[in-house]
């Protein structure tokens, strides 16, 4: 993006729009006082039909849902639209028409009040998200972004400055979760579906590989394992019991990578705090073994709230509050980036930008 510095942030609260994908988010945050409101529209039931997201589809449905949802949102914050100081939206990664929804709402609605307005990276606000909490962390810390299409550690030495320590080479573990769910025959969206189903399964009946930590390094590689289970699974008797039973094995192997990774990034950078935000950030068994981790090595993990862990308007709309009380701007030119590297943000502090 093309960011300059200004003098001063918002005078006011600043709405937050989200369209990367298949969910449509709104949020008005406040610097002052916090989160005011949030609205969220899933678009599960309609791609359920399909199997997986339609790209054309989420884009029309987002041109159909987001403007009443803006309205929706403001009206529980109390907030007229002339009571914004600003407005932030996903400029990427995401689906290109989705973003250009969001996008152009977002720069018409700055353009019409006279307010300045930023586009923010979606994944800076899922590793931001833990901030929304009462007891928010505080930087330096490590951060795991784990959804259906990311699978990263990041350092994170002050808000904006990054570092990427490890990513996926292929699959990421959320698309590895929906991916085995849809080979299984489970229904859409197969990630949560899988990690209900792996509740009823019982332990050590399959084992599969803990991909990639038998070497150094903080890098991820899932597809492997997706073809181990396609493989045991063809192999079985194909009854729900089974089918619980390699969920179960299969969601095992998934989170102990997740687990032995982050320790491994901890010890590398001497970082005792870490954070976990995205979809996969909802899996009750990986926050119980982070947790147990913790307690045993002396690092403590931080979560999102859980409707803050799948897409939302309010991270996205905290994001763009902390750039834009940072005095960042850009121009009014409606630009999305389905393609943006994390490590590529300018930091925070303005000094440090234009040196």
Known sequence: MNQSFAKAGPAGPVLGIETSCDETGVAVFDPARGLLAHTLYSQIRMHADYGGVVPELASRDHVRKLLPLVRETLGR?????????????????GLVGALLVGATAARALAWALERPAIGVHHMEGHLLAPL?????????????????????????????????????????????????????????????????????????????????????GLDFSFSG??????????????????????????????????????????AQTGVRTLIVAGGVGANRRLREQLAAAGAQEGF???????????DNGAMIALAGALRLQAGQVESAQIRVRPRWDLASLPPLEPAAATA
Do not use: N
């Open 77 to 93: 914050a109390g907030l007229g639209v002339a009571d914004l100081g600003g407005v932030a939206y996903t400029a990427g990664p």
């Open 132 to 216: 929304l909490e009462a007891e928010p962390p505080a930087p330096p810390f490590v951060a795991l972004l784990v959804s259906g299409g990311h699978s990263m550690l990041i350092q994170v030495d002050a808000i904006g400055r990054y570092a990427l320590l490890g990513d996926t080479l292929d699959d990421a573990a959320g698309e590895a979760f929906d991916k085995t769910a849809k080979l299984m025959g489970l229904p859409y969206p197969g990630g949560p579906a899988l990690a209900r189903l792996a509740e009823q399964g019982r332990p050590e009946r399959f084992r599969f590989a803990r991909p990639m930590t038998d070497r150094p």
């Open 225 to 266: 394992l997706k073809t181990q289970v396609l493989l045991a699974w063809q192999a079985s008797d194909r009854s729900e019991q089974t089918r619980a039973d390699v969920a179960r094995a299969f969601e095992e192997a998934i989170v102990e990578t997740l687990v032995v990774k982050c320790r491994r990034a901890l």
């Open 300 to 310: 403590r993990t931080y979560f999102p709230r859980l409707e803050f862990c799948t």
